[in-house]
């Protein structure tokens, strides 16, 4: 192995990364419907061994060792070198967390292989839980009855073996893309639920649960001994979070508990370290080849790019690809924000550049993190027999809906809001209700700018300049020809004030005008 020396010195302890992410292959066994693997450009390989080591043993210079994430994308249990390198990082002190779509459990000899691992997490991704859902997952090489029953062919060996790996059973929750504010759509989509709606959802994780909780009393009769030992080491270990981000056997559960955030509600321990845990399966990725691959083709889809400024937390981490690419974040699939190559790059040099600096900044002058921490949205197409349409699509500057602003219901601008509008009517009027709390010598205007889809940018179209008089509600229109299956941007600005310095509310946002209608019309 060819030896990179490094220019420059050891990071800061500040700088070193907070995660490893460790591609081992980007090949799957399965064509999940909610993974972007399917249409990945790279091309399908194994991160090569002695790449791995050059990038472990550049990290092992410090005397930190981050926790390890095996995954990118990919299944890591078909890479068969895995095993030499679990036992590596258990040898060096990491924590691990190896995420897996199950399958390959069902043999014996590789549940027995991860199960040897002490500081091992073994995540299953089990996620769809029905007949009909577990269509998603695009496998064909098992029933879906059979592998339901892998987790718990791997807990009782967990018993069984005595091993003091901790064991999670990720499911899927009945998510909506219209519970993400981020995600705007004309008609409502339910693109992952397992069912139909949330009170079916709920009688069947009280359903599981009841089964879990069956199969766990069973296996502390069996392995009674190892039982009582791990669930004192276990209490020991959760002591501060036992009863409030974790439930366990015999205790009622929090409100709501599927549906809290993880940090949190870390999940339902039902025996000693195996937990039930409930993931929400939103969008993997804003990346337009994803979001068109995912939705119907006769929908028109458009990524709103967030530009403010801001840091990312998820930068603070290290990765490295099937390729050998280093990349900061686990969601930059593709490689986007390449930092180098393990194989030319010493991992010092990297993340001592200018280049991280930067990112840790300001995270928003990379695309990938742009959309990542964008507005999505999705339009009909199919035209509408109606005189009116309602504009509904609001991206950057304008804050989230209030269903009692002024008895009417609305949303506050601020001092450049950004709305979005696909013409499905032959409109000729543009028209926005709204409320100022401007005194009636400030103006505010109206900017309207069309799409053209071949270049991918906006033009100006129209301005329009308006006033109002204080706190009364007021209709401002714009006599504009609107083409029909024309995307067009809808820019509002105006003079802002801070509510907490007239009324004293503790309100202390930059707001615009109170919007309660925009419209097309003719």
């Not at 029933?143 to 003091?164: A, N, V, W």
């Not at 197409?381 to 950057?396: C, E, L, W």
């Not at 940018?457 to 020809?481: A, M, P, R, V």
Request: hydrophobic share 35%.
């Amino acid at each position: 192995m060819t030896t990179i020396i490094p220019n420059s010195s050891i990071p800061p302890k500040e700088l070193l990364p907070g995660i490893l992410f460790i591609e081992f292959t980007n090949l799957c066994n399965m064509h999940c419907s909610f993974c972007p693997s399917d249409i990945l450009s790279r091309k399908r390989e194994h991160l090569d061994e002695e790449n791995l080591n050059r990038f472990l043993e550049q990290i092992h210079l410090t005397s930190y060792r981050p926790a390890i994430l095996c995954n990118v994308l990919g299944e890591p249990l078909l890479n068969k070198k895995i095993y030499s390198y679990l036992d590596l990082f258990e040898k060096e002190g990491h924590e691990v967390t190896l995420i897996t779509n199950a399958i390959l459990l069902r043999e014996e000899r590789v549940r027995l292989e991860l199960l040897k691992h002490s500081n091992l997490t073994i995540a299953l991704s089990i996620q769809t839980v029905t007949d009909n859902s577990w269509k998603m997952r695009g496998c064909n090489s098992i029933r879906f009855k059979d592998f339901m029953k892998i987790p718990f062919y791997l807990i009782e060996e967990k018993f069984k073996r005595g091993s003091k790996a901790r064991i999670e059973i990720h499911i899927a929750l009945n998510y909506s893309l219209l519970n993400d504010p981020t995600v705007s759509l004309d008609t409502p989509v339910n693109l992952w639920g397992n069912f139909s709606d949330q009170k079916t959802e709920l009688k069947w994780i009280y359903k599981y649960i009841k089964k879990l909780d069956k199969f766990a009393g069973k296996l502390e009769k069996k392995f009674l001994p190892f039982y009582i030992s791990e669930k004192e080491r276990i209490t020991a270990l959760y002591k501060e979070q036992m009863g409030t981000k974790i439930s366990i056997r015999g205790e009622s559960f929090p409100e709501n508990f599927p549906y809290l955030p993880e940090e949190r509600y870390w999940g339902y321990m039902f025996l000693p370290h195996v937990f039930l845990r409930f993931k929400l399966l939103g969008l993997w990725t804003r990346s337009s080849s994803f979001i068109k691959w995912l939705f119907p083709k006769d929908k028109f889809i458009y990524i709103e790019d967030n530009t403010t400024p801001q840091t990312c937390s998820m930068t603070h981490n290290l990765g490295i690809l099937a390729n050998g690419d280093i990349i900061l974040c686990c969601l930059d699939y593709e490689g986007e924000m390449k930092l180098g190559n393990i194989g030319k790059n010493h991992i010092f040099d990297i993340i001592n550049s200018k280049q991280v600096a930067q990112i840790h900044e300001n995270a928003m002058l990379y695309p990938v993190c742009r959309r990542c921490k964008g507005n999505l949205f999705v339009f009909d197409t199919y035209p509408i027999k109606s005189n009116i349409q309602q504009i509904q699509s609001f991206g950057q500057g304008w804050f989230g809906f209030e269903k009692e602003m002024h008895g009417l219901g609305g949303r506050w601008s601020s001092d450049c809001s950004v709305s979005y509008v696909f013409a499905r009517i032959p409109a000729t009027k543009l028209r926005i209700h709204f409320l100022s709390e401007h005194d009636s010598s400030k103006r505010f205007w109206l900017e309207i700018f069309s799409y053209n889809s071949n270049n991918k940018l906006f033009s100006i179209d129209n301005e329009s300049f308006f006033s109002s008089e204080k706190g009364k509600i007021s209709t401002h229109e714009i006599e504009y020809k609107f083409n029909t299956s024309t995307f067009y941007k809808i820019v509002l600005k105006s003079p802002t004030f801070i509510p907490d310095q007239i009324w004293g509310n503790g309100d202390t946002r930059s707001l615009g005008l109170a919007v309660f209608v925009m419209e097309l019309s003719y």
